[in-house]
Nanobody
Framework: QVQLVESGGGLVQAGGSLRLSCAAS??????????MGWYRQAPGKQRELVTT???????NYADSVKGRFTISRDNAKNTVYLQMNSLTPEDTAVYYC???????????????WGQGTQVTVSS
């Protein structure tokens, strides 16, 4: 079964940094990981897109994190990372990774979600 396992969340003071990881596994050779990304959701708010990265390395960032967060990936490990710098209390949320797992034989894609990891930034 496809599984996305996240790690790296925690408590950090304002101005600090955290690095999140998300590893995808559980799919066969006819599948490939296309776009990967990170979302976040704070209590009482809707889940919002933070950043995405294509298999070729093209990235997009929400305006709120541009210049502070960096997304990267290791295709050989099916892993996506999120480096978060200059954190503020506004970044406090549960962070979820997702991945487009593409069946290139059947020409079909499905999105999967990680379990979420809590990021708390104190003032």
């Amino acid at each position: 079964q496809v599984q996305l396992v996240e790690s790296g969340g925690g408590l950090v003071q304002a101005g600090g940094s955290l690095r999140l990881s998300c590893a995808a596994s559980g799919f066969g050779s006819i599948f490939g990981v296309n776009v990967m990304g990170w979302y976040r959701q704070a209590p009482g708010k809707q889940r919002e897109l933070v950043t995405t990265i294509t298999r070729g390395g093209s990235t997009n960032y929400a305006d709120s994190v541009k210049g502070r967060f960096t997304i990267s990936r290791d295709n050989a490990k099916n892993t996506v990372y999120l480096q978060m710098n200059s954190l503020t209390p506004e970044d406090t949320a549960v962070y979820y990774c997702n991945a487009d797992i593409t069946n290139w034989v059947a020409t079909a894609s499905n999105y999967y979600w990680g379990q979420g990891t809590q990021v708390t930034v104190s003032s």
